[in-house]
Every structure is written in C-alpha cells, then in structure tokens.
C-alpha cells in the first residue's frame, strides 16, 4: 500500500513563502510523476505544478514565477516552493503521485494554505 503525507501548510502574510514537502512511503514499484493539486471553497480542485521522475514540470499560469516543485528521488519526496503568495492561493493543497506501469493515482490527505493579513 502507497501513502502520501504532506506537511508545511499554514499561515502566512501576502508576500510571504511557504514549503509544501510530500513523502511517499510504502509499496513502490515505480514513480512517474507527482504534483500538486488546490480545492478552494466553493471552486474545483485545479492543478498548481506537477513534475516527472526525470524533472519536467508543469505550472498552473497564475502560480508562474512564484511557485517551485521539485522533486528528491532517493526520498520519494517532491516540494513545492511557494513565494509572493497571495490570499487568492488560499486553499487545501494535496499532493497526487502516478505509480506504476498501470499509472494508478494516489493522493494524500491534504495540507490548508492560508494567505491573510
């Protein structure tokens, strides 16, 4: 069994930055890619960044020039770098990681991102 946890949700100013990290631990054949999703109320859950095993990326247009994913493969670990956040990005973050040769989705429980002053 795959799980996913994340960490580095919180609070924070406009302006400011957070660190989003997503572990995936147990039964892994093989990561294709992982990324980052967000759900604000009363909105669809969108795409922000997603990157592959080999580190191509893809960002949302609104998080374009502020956000980063990265990802560790030793760890099974990907990161997102938030800077110059702005209350619109306030939302529940949850990491998805594709495995597998049948690329079965995962997800993890969800981290809230707040943007307020």
């Known amino acids: 069994q795959v799980q996913l946890v994340e960490s580095g949700g919180g609070l924070v100013q406009p302006g400011g930055s957070l660190r989003l990290s997503c572990a995936a631990s147990?039964?892994?054949?093989?990561?294709?890619?992982m990324g980052w999703y967000r759900q604000a109320p009363g909105k669809e859950r969108e795409l922000v960044a997603s990157i592959t095993w080999g580190g191509s990326t893809r960002y949302a247009d609104s998080v374009k020039g502020r956000f980063t994913i990265s990802i560790d493969n030793a760890k099974n670990t990907v990161y997102l770098h938030m800077n110059s956040l702005k209350p619109e990005d306030t939302a529940v973050y949850s990491c998805?990681?594709?495995?597998?040769?049948?690329?079965?989705?995962?997800w993890g429980q969800g981290t809230q991102v707040t943007v307020s002053s």
């Open positions: 998805k990681a594709e495995i597998g040769l049948y690329r079965r989705d995962y």
């Open positions: 147990g039964i892994i054949s093989r990561i294709n890619d």
